[in-house]
């Protein structure tokens, strides 16, 4: 499939005029959530809501890290989702979880988010 980079705009889900823009994340649909590190979060006063959850690393190697709330802009699209506050030597990544909300699939051929659609009702 390949990788590929996209830029997001993090809002604080509570103050929306603090937010920031991230230039570079890679889009990883291996990994539910979405990772920014934790001095960019902490700038916009996003809160630590979840504390010591534990991840595995593609390596297998258990760490944790906390998780807090923020609202995610790709272009036209956004929504909120949990983010990861990352450490150091942390990748910054582009989740599927916030995919799924944003609603854009991976176009693997173009490596590029594409609209993933209609939302499938019941």
């Not at 991230?22 to 990994?31: C, R």
């Not at 960019?40 to 595995?56: G, M, Y």
């Not at 593609?58 to 983010?83: C, M, P, W």
Request: with cysteine.
């Amino acid at each position: 499939m390949g990788t590929f980079h996209t830029k997001c705009l993090i809002e604080n889900h509570i103050d929306r005029k603090k937010s920031i823009v991230i230039p570079k994340l890679l889009v990883d649909t291996g990994s539910e959530y979405t990772w920014i590190p934790e001095n960019l979060l902490e700038k916009i006063a996003v809160t630590r809501e979840k504390k010591d959850l534990i991840f595995v690393m593609a390596n297998g190697q258990q760490i944790t890290r906390s998780v807090g709330f923020a609202v995610i802009h790709l272009d036209k699209y956004f929504t909120i989702d949990e983010i990861v506050f990352g450490e150091k030597g942390d990748l910054i990544l582009l989740g599927s979880r916030t995919l799924e909300g944003l609603n854009l699939a991976v176009d693997s051929r173009q490596k590029k988010l594409v609209a993933a659609g209609p939302f499938p009702a019941a």
